[in-house]
């Protein structure tokens, strides 16, 4: 029987912060706690941190949170986390060095070693992933080559959600929708790539025993219970990565729905129930056990705009308008006809992942003339990546012979109405703004929500539980400029996939 107050705790150990909230059974957020940590830079290109943060940091986030609720009303607590970081520990689950996060960049060399010892089409088709520099492998390949002493220590090579898994539970488990996006799965068998493993001279017992997300993965120890406030015995229900988690809590689960995440990278994805590899997209688990998540991502997303405006409009702060510069800006664009009066770019500010995954991949700006301005370059900005959004949106939807029904947005850029319509223009998808602010962490909640009993099943949780708002149509008459404009940018995309 379920009690009326009933609670779940999603956590949400991100880049940054730890933050934890208590969900109801109608999907309100009534408690939460954060703690942040830091992220370390040891050489130019390289971002580590400290892991043992990661579990002081939730256990004074879910310590915050249980001051405003009655302990008793806890039924489950769910992990989400950064994807693809990851810490090598020893046997008591202690980390060795510090962990080497996902945006490392030390891997170059080891990305090109994969490629040429197995070929890139190989490792794509069994670990959903084109070689690159953001899945764990190269990095945990880095260590083997660069830092033997430290591997010869290793117990467990740990994802976020396993290393939090071991510190609540005693158990070194994970989900397999957290696991995945180390690179290292052969997808299709839900194992460990032994194959892969071996011939790198790693194995299998070196990474966490796996359970489906959604499943009971241990209870809290006394330990546990001792560090967070939490009762022992209390279920702990494996989880997913943040991305995933995402689109579940923006009920991305079925009816051709995908989600789009406006944040300082953007990413989008919808499930599907059959095994695709392209490289236009990677293949995750998704948060539905039996289901795959097929998952696009541009690292330069707000990060692009937030560049633009501490670097080019840092003057706008002294307009005393009380309007932001974003806002000033957002302003002026609107007022602009699509295509920012023949300003144009390839939003490549942090390298490029699908469709060309090139890490040597840069910006291109074409069209300069004496009469533009920032207003103009802001609405480039905000088109280049709409572009770019469409040239992946296609890919899958190709790739999957389905057409996406509409894109439900979140994160920070889902606030700007210009963007939201450009969108909504360039692909010829609706828009529909999601009204979860924490759709990361509702994802865990509903994962939880569904373990111990509230819904019979992910998809009942998720139109229970997630709300949406305003919706972008497209404009015939727009969408037609921006077609025309589309092949212009398509052709000058392809330039940055040359040497």
């Known amino acids: 029987m379920i009690q009326n107050n009933a609670l779940v705790i999603g956590i949400d150990c991100s880049t940054t912060a730890c933050k934890a909230i208590a969900w109801n059974q109608q999907g309100k957020a009534v408690a939460s706690g954060k703690a942040s940590y830091p992220l370390l830079q040891p050489q130019a290109t390289w971002y580590e941190q400290d892991?043992?943060?990661w579990w002081h940091s939730t256990c004074e986030a879910i310590q915050q949170l249980l001051t405003q609720i009655?302990?008793?009303?806890?039924?489950?607590?769910?992990?989400?986390?950064?994807?693809?970081?990851?810490?090598?520990?020893?046997?008591?689950?202690?980390?060795?060095?510090?962990?080497?996060?996902?945006?490392?960049?030390?891997?170059?060399?080891?990305?090109?070693f994969l490629d040429e010892k197995f070929g890139g089409?190989?490792?794509?088709q069994v670990t959903g992933k084109p070689v690159?520099?953001?899945?764990?492998?190269?990095?945990?390949?880095?260590?083997?080559?660069?830092?033997?002493?430290?591997?010869?220590?290793?117990?467990?090579f740990l994802d976020v959600h396993g290393f939090l898994v071991y510190h609540l539970t005693g158990n070194f488990r994970t989900s397999l929708a957290c696991a995945d996006p180390m690179g290292a799965m052969n997808m299709e068998a839900h194992c460990w790539a032994t194959d892969l493993l071996t011939s790198l001279e790693l194995q299998e017992q070196q990474f966490a025993e796996l359970v489906p997300p959604g499943e009971v993965i241990g209870y809290v120890n006394e330990t546990g219970a001792a560090a967070t406030g939490l009762p022992k015995g209390l279920r702990v229900i494996a989880g997913a990565g943040d991305g995933q988690c995402a689109g579940l809590g923006a009920n991305a689960v079925g009816n051709s729905r995908a989600y789009l995440n406006l944040g300082t990278a953007i990413a989008s994805g919808i499930i599907s129930k059959e095994y695709f590899v392209d490289s236009s997209f990677r293949t995750m688990y998704a948060p539905i056990a039996g289901s795959y998540f097929l998952e696009t991502v541009l690292l330069g997303g707000v990060f692009?705009?937030?560049?633009?405006?501490e670097k080019f409009a840092s003057d706008l702060h002294n307009c005393n308008l009380n309007l932001s510069p974003l806002e000033i800006l957002e302003t002026a664009a609107a007022k602009l006809s699509p295509g920012a009066e023949g300003l144009m770019l390839v939003p490549y500010w942090n390298n490029v992942m699908n469709p060309y995954w090139d890490a040597n991949a840069a910006g291109i700006t074409i069209g300069w003339t004496g009469t533009h301005g920032k207003e103009h370059f802001y609405r480039a900005i905000l088109e280049g990546i709409a572009f770019e959004q469409r040239l992946v949106g296609d890919a899958v939807m190709s790739a999957t012979n389905q057409r996406f029904s509409e894109y439900v947005v979140m994160g920070g850029g889902s606030t700007s109405n210009l963007w939201c319509q450009?969108?909504?223009?360039?692909?010829?998808?609706?828009?529909?703004?999601?009204?979860?602010?924490?759709?990361?962490?509702?994802?865990?909640?509903?994962?939880a929500a569904v373990a111990v009993g509230w819904y019979p099943d992910i998809g009942t949780a998720a139109k229970c539980l997630t709300h949406t708002a305003e919706r972008f149509t497209p404009s015939q008459e727009k969408q037609a400029i921006y077609s025309k404009l589309y092949s212009s940018v398509f052709s000058i995309g392809r330039l940055a996939d040359l040497d």
Not at 70 to 79: D, F, G, P
Not at 94 to 106: E, G, L, S, T, Y
């Open 51 to 53: 892991a043992a943060r």
């Open 422 to 447: 450009i969108l909504a223009d360039v692909t010829g998808i609706p828009i529909v703004r999601s009204t979860t602010t924490e759709a990361t962490c509702l994802g865990a909640g509903i994962l």
């Open 132 to 156: 690159s520099m953001t899945p764990s492998l190269a990095k945990i390949v880095w260590l083997t080559q660069h830092e033997p002493e430290n591997v010869a220590l290793t117990y467990k």
């Open 70 to 112: 009655k302990l008793s009303q806890v039924e489950a607590v769910c992990i989400t986390h950064q994807r693809e970081t990851f810490v090598a520990v020893d046997r008591e689950g202690q980390p060795v060095r510090n962990a080497i996060a996902w945006m490392d960049k030390r891997s170059r060399n080891q990305v090109a």
């Open 304 to 309: 692009t705009l937030t560049w633009f405006v």
């Open 121 to 124: 089409q190989y490792i794509n």
